[in-house]
RNA sequence: GCCUGGGUGGUGGAAUCGGUAGACACAAGGGACUUAAAAUCCCUUGCUCCUUGCGGGCGUGCGGGUUCGAUUCCCGCCCCAGGCACCA
């Protein structure tokens, strides 16, 4: 065999033999417990990173690990390939957003395949194939046909940059989540998805979701943002309507001295008609509606407002509230007005001191006799507490008088117990052209008019001419708006709107199950044996984007038929980023490590060993280049201690289905014996139970440590070649997940006839796993003085008489009697004296 | 402000159920082999003190506590990262 470990020839080698044995191709099989192993699929942007690097690997692992362990495996792989990056790099290449994106699949299909993958490559899904949105159009036609898409106008959030509408989620910190962009508010015609309907079983269930890392759940929670509260509405003084108020603290009401309506409440208009404060009120509202979503949202702007001149009622005392606009309430959350309770809410306390408004105290804190006085108050006192001046309610607690406060006006249809959420519905259209179109006709008669299911898929067309400032080109083009009317056969325009590209990956996972079904979305069968996703992995920037829209997805499914499970993802791995000298990896830090460059010079296997090996997956890993050599080392030195002692090894009659028994074996031999089998519990265990790579490699590092020592210090003994090939093909065996190419190689040049891919994952034998002789660690008032030795089979009274007799020890105690002795089994004895 | 993680040598990290802190690597220093280099192999490497030993003390962000024993559990802080946030 080669002396030198060479990992280009025997890569390729493998990946070619892999690829035309279709190694990797899967089929439901009854007899055989599935596992299906997810990765989140790439955006097709050029090339693979680091960070696909990483997340592959760990995924390729499990998934050969678990088909070593006897599971029926699926791991495929494909490509989110809508998306606006495709159409800027295409308006600035003077190519086809289309021809931009394939061939960035056939090129980072080709880099996957160079890292030995284990995917079902018969499975590949890219999601600007008509044969896969035509799907999505019809889910889309049946969510309209259940309301659950809606098309409405209101205010969005538009990014001027991507020419589109963007998704709350898509907004962060009031920029562009793409391009950093500010986001301002455009009142447009949209289409949603009506995510709010299954918010409570998507709250519900984060509770129960135990194999998803809390923190993502924490943020799901976060995001939803449910609070309970009460529904109250305050009569108009002039009798002509009332004003509906949300709020968490209705215990408080006979506090509330004003109301404060959002810019944009539609009774603005209404309130201040013919008043002499109108012109004001309208200047203040245009000001406000204008003014960035950021500093609207962010507690940047100084609270203002300015009074209607109308007045409402409190419904409880009856006293004449002032009604005022400002510009620090949302019309997006609750009902855009609130209710202001100065004494016991911050905002409202800084309000009314500018405008001078009435504060009432109606809390006062627990143990605080009496109440404190409105003129001595600093600031808002706005904990819970016991009602004070609040007539039948006085002397109650703040979270019983809320529920009586409400009970007690819900008698007169005034109030109702309620929930509200922060979570808005999902809106999805998309002013972009590279996405898959909106199945929907307006028609200047029926209006909007969905496709017929027989006439999808509504076929984005590829011969448009791409705008230079990346507006859409299909509102421009004929051939695809113009259209007759579905219901009236009239003259009818296309909706040329596109959708989000989190509607395809917010069901690719099932597709895979049945990717060249045609009959419809999902092939009934076949998605019942492989969903739900057992393992999922990917980045934690989606822990709210892609995994909630997702999640919302199957719900949809689920209630439409075509999906039994509740929930997509049962377990859920989110690792950490790729980090170089303290920073993510990015081209403008200039800190980016090419995976191509890292696979010609050390070879596929060492950069996954790396990225295995140099942090758990979970946490952040740290690029070093040092490392990686490191890592190509450990390959070298597990190459060689095969290509060093090849013959004796080749024609040791034993490999590690063979069995050797312990007995009478000299020290070191037992001791290898015993090592082999601790590696392999050891690993399995770490694989198995927690995904800590690292931890399992260095495992087997101490192994080959150990190895080489046992060759060191050769006597010659009939049983050592079988030993150490034993403890040779173990270390191959247990690093072929995550090194596969090496260890395939090694294993087929030791004579083995089966491919190391098809051979059973070891057994560790418990027996071997214990040694004749255990060390007793020896502490003295809990310090570490001495370690003995004793027998395996001692018992605490023995081990205690072996360490009471131990010279050191007895010079520690000095004749003293010890006044209590705690043995902990085959681990520690702590004297106290 | 609220919530969730995290803080261990020069570095990445280990210690899985309260039981030897620093496994395994990287880096550094010293040595062997070599004409030389690369590669490989061996030794040292948390800090500190002395009488240099099979030695003593200190040490897991800080301060307390529980325990025979705490990186691990409890209480109170500090710092870092992430999420939510004028949410009524």
């Given at each position: 065999?080669?002396?030198?470990?060479?990992?280009?020839s025997?890569?390729q080698k493998w990946?070619?033999?892999?690829?035309?044995?279709?190694?990797?191709?899967?089929?439901?099989?009854?007899?055989?417990?599935?596992?299906?192993l997810?990765e989140?699929?790439?955006?097709?942007?050029?090339?693979?990173h680091?960070g696909h690097?990483?997340?592959?690997?760990?995924?390729?692992?499990?998934?050969?690990?678990m088909r070593?362990r006897?599971?029926?495996?699926l791991?495929?792989?494909?490509?989110?390939?809508?998306g606006m990056?495709?159409e800027?790099?295409?308006?600035?290449?003077g190519?086809?957003?289309a021809?931009?994106?394939?061939?960035?699949?056939?090129y980072?299909?080709?880099q996957?395949?160079?890292?030995g993958?284990?995917?079902?490559?018969?499975?590949?899904?890219?999601?600007?194939?008509?044969?896969?949105y035509?799907?999505?159009?019809?889910?889309?036609?049946?969510?309209?046909?259940?309301?659950?898409?809606?098309?409405?106008?209101?205010?969005v959030n538009?990014?001027?940059k991507?020419?589109?509408?963007l998704?709350?989620e898509q907004v962060?910190n009031g920029?562009?989540?793409?391009?950093?962009?500010?986001?301002?508010?455009k009142?447009?015609e949209?289409?949603?998805?009506?995510?709010?309907h299954?918010?409570?079983e998507l709250?519900?269930?984060?509770?129960?979701?135990?194999?998803?890392?809390e923190?993502?759940?924490v943020m799901q929670?976060n995001?939803?943002?449910?609070?309970?509260?009460?529904?109250?509405?305050?009569?108009l003084?002039?009798?002509?309507?009332?004003?509906q108020?949300?709020?968490t603290?209705a215990?408080?009401?006979?506090?509330?001295t004003?109301?404060?309506?959002?810019?944009?409440?539609?009774?603005?208009s209404?309130?201040?008609?013919?008043?002499p404060?109108?012109a004001a009120?309208?200047?203040f509202?245009q000001?406000a509606?204008?003014?960035?979503?950021?500093?609207?949202?962010?507690d940047?702007?100084?609270?203002?407002?300015?009074f209607?001149?109308?007045y409402?009622?409190n419904?409880?005392?009856?006293?004449?509230?002032?009604?005022y606009?400002?510009n620090?309430?949302l019309?997006?959350?609750?009902t855009?007005a609130v209710?202001a309770?100065p004494?016991?809410?911050?905002r409202?306390?800084?309000?009314?001191r500018?405008?001078?408004?009435?504060?009432?105290v109606?809390?006062?804190?627990?143990?605080?006799?009496?109440?404190?006085?409105?003129?001595?108050?600093?600031r808002?006192?706005e904990?819970?507490?016991i009602l004070?001046?609040s007539?039948?309610?006085t002397?109650?607690?703040?979270e019983?008088?809320?529920?009586a406060?409400?009970e007690?006006?819900?008698?007169?249809g005034?109030?109702?117990?309620?929930v509200?959420?922060?979570?808005?519905?999902?809106?999805?259209s998309?002013?972009?052209?590279w996405?898959a179109?909106i199945?929907?006709?307006y028609?200047?008669k029926?209006?909007?008019v969905?496709?017929a299911?027989k006439?999808?898929?509504?076929?984005l067309?590829?011969?448009?001419?791409?705008?230079?400032?990346?507006?859409s080109?299909?509102?421009?083009h004929k051939?695809?708006?113009?259209?007759?009317?579905?219901?009236c056969?009239?003259e009818?325009?296309?909706?040329t709107?596109?959708?989000?590209?989190f509607?395809?990956?917010?069901w690719?996972?099932?597709r895979?199950?049945?990717p060249?079904?045609d009959?419809?979305?999902?092939?009934?069968?076949?998605v019942?044996y492989?969903?739900?996703?057992?393992?999922?992995?990917?980045?934690?920037e989606?822990a709210?984007?892609?995994?909630?829209?997702?999640?919302?997805?199957?719900?949809?499914?689920?209630?439409?038929?075509?999906l039994?499970?509740?929930?997509?993802?049962k377990?859920?791995l989110?690792q950490g980023?790729?980090?170089?000298?303290?920073?993510?990896?990015?081209?403008?830090?200039g800190?980016?490590?090419?995976?191509?460059?890292?696979i010609r010079?050390?070879?596929?296997d060492?950069?996954r060993?790396f990225?295995l090996f140099?942090a758990?997956?979970?946490?952040?890993?740290?690029?070093?280049?040092q490392?990686?050599e490191?890592?190509?080392?450990?390959?070298?030195r597990?190459?060689?201690?095969?290509?060093?002692?090849?013959?004796?090894?080749k024609?040791?009659?034993?490999?590690?289905?063979?069995?050797?028994?312990?007995?009478?074996l000299?020290p070191?031999l037992?001791?290898?014996?015993?090592?082999t089998?601790?590696?392999?519990?050891?690993?399995?265990?770490?694989?198995?139970?927690?995904?800590?790579?690292n931890t399992?490699i260095a495992?087997?590092m101490?192994?080959?440590?150990?190895?080489?020592q046992?060759?060191?210090?050769?006597?010659?003994h009939?049983l050592?070649?079988?030993?150490v090939?034993?403890?040779?093909?173990?270390?191959?065996v247990?690093?072929s997940?995550?090194?596969?190419?090496?260890c395939e190689?090694l294993?087929?040049?030791?004579?083995?006839?089966?491919?190391?891919?098809?051979?059973?994952w070891?057994?560790w034998?418990?027996?071997?796993?214990?040694?004749?002789?255990?060390?007793i660690?020896?502490?003295?008032?809990?310090?570490?003085?001495?370690?003995?030795?004793?027998?395996?089979?001692a018992?605490?009274?023995?081990?205690?008489q072996?360490?009471?007799?131990d010279?050191?020890?007895?010079e520690?105690?000095?004749?003293?009697?010890?006044?209590?002795?705690?043995?902990?089994?085959k681990?520690?004895?702590?004297i106290?004296?």
């Open positions: 065999m080669e002396q030198k470990y060479s990992p280009k025997i890569e990946q070619r033999y892999w690829e035309s044995s279709r190694a990797f191709q899967v089929g439901e099989d009854p007899d055989k417990e599935k596992y299906y997810l989140m699929f790439p955006y097709p942007s050029g090339r693979i680091m690097v990483r997340n592959y690997t760990i995924g390729d692992v499990v998934a050969r690990f070593m006897g599971y029926n495996v791991h495929p792989m494909g490509w989110d390939a809508f990056p495709a800027n790099a295409a308006i600035k290449a190519t086809h957003p021809k931009w994106t394939y061939d960035n699949i056939d980072m299909r080709n996957l395949k160079q890292l993958f284990s995917y079902d490559w018969s499975r590949e899904i890219a999601t600007c194939n008509p044969d896969y035509r799907w999505e159009q019809l889910f889309f036609l049946k969510m309209f046909d259940l309301g659950l898409a809606y098309r409405k106008s209101s205010y538009w990014c001027s991507c020419q589109t509408v998704a709350n962060e920029v562009c989540w793409r391009c950093d962009t500010e986001v301002v508010q009142e447009m949209q289409w949603f998805f009506r995510i709010t299954y918010v409570d709250l519900d269930n984060t509770f129960k979701m135990d194999g998803w890392p923190r993502v759940l929670q995001w939803i943002g449910k609070s309970t509260g009460s529904m109250l509405l305050f009569p003084e002039s009798g002509d309507g009332k004003i108020v949300f709020t603290r215990d408080t009401l006979f506090g509330a004003f109301l404060s309506l959002a810019a944009e409440h539609p009774m603005v209404d309130l201040c008609r013919g008043k404060q109108e009120v309208l200047e509202v000001k509606k204008q003014s960035k979503r950021n500093e609207r949202e962010a940047l702007l100084e609270k203002e407002g300015v209607t001149g109308s409402c009622l419904p409880v005392t009856g006293k004449k509230m002032p009604i606009v400002a620090f309430v019309m997006a959350y609750g855009g209710m309770v004494a016991h809410d911050q409202d306390f800084e309000f009314a500018k405008y001078g408004l009435p504060i009432d109606v809390i006062k804190p627990a143990g605080a006799d009496p109440a404190p006085s409105a003129g001595e108050l600093t808002a006192n904990e819970y507490g004070v001046n007539a039948e309610f002397a109650m607690a703040s019983p008088a809320r529920v406060i409400t007690s006006l819900a008698k007169k005034l109030a109702e117990l309620t509200q959420h922060r979570l808005r519905d999902w809106g999805i998309r002013q972009r052209y996405g179109p199945p929907i006709v028609c200047q029926c209006g909007a969905p496709v299911e006439d999808l898929p509504v076929v067309p590829l011969d448009v001419e791409l705008l230079e400032n990346g507006g080109p299909l509102p421009v051939p695809f708006y113009s259209t007759q009317c579905p219901k056969g009239g009818a325009r296309r909706e709107d596109t959708m989000d590209t509607v395809e990956s917010s690719y996972f099932a895979y199950s049945c060249d079904f009959k419809g979305p999902l092939d009934k069968e076949r019942a492989w969903m739900p996703v057992d393992q999922y992995i990917g980045g934690i989606h709210v984007l892609h995994l909630l829209y997702s999640r919302f997805f199957v719900k949809v499914l689920r209630d439409l038929g075509y039994q499970v509740d929930e997509p993802f377990n859920l989110t980023m790729v980090i170089k000298d303290g920073f993510k990896m990015s081209k403008s830090k800190n980016v490590v090419d995976p191509d460059v890292m010079s050390y070879g596929a060492t950069v060993l990225c140099a758990p997956p979970e946490k952040d890993l740290d690029w070093s280049d490392g990686v490191g890592s190509f080392r450990f390959l070298s597990m190459w060689r201690l095969v290509s060093d002692n090849f013959e004796p090894l024609s040791a009659a034993k490999g590690l289905s063979g069995h050797v028994d312990s007995d009478g000299p070191d037992a001791a290898l014996r015993r090592k089998h601790q590696t392999i519990k050891k690993v399995t265990e770490d694989i198995r139970d927690r995904f800590h790579f399992a495992a087997v101490e192994l080959v440590n150990q190895i080489y046992t060759l060191d210090n050769r006597k010659d009939p050592f070649w079988p030993l090939r034993q403890a040779v093909e173990a270390v191959i247990l690093s997940p995550m090194v596969p190419h090496a190689e294993w087929q040049t030791l004579g083995h006839q089966k491919l190391l891919l098809d051979t059973p070891p057994q034998d418990e027996r071997a796993l214990e040694a004749e002789e255990m060390l660690v020896v502490q003295i008032n809990g310090k570490l003085r001495s370690r003995i030795s004793v027998p395996a089979d018992t605490d009274k023995q081990v205690e072996l360490c009471l007799a010279p050191r020890v007895a520690f105690i000095a004749g003293k009697q010890p006044r209590k002795v705690v043995v902990v089994p681990k520690l004895i702590n106290v004296i």
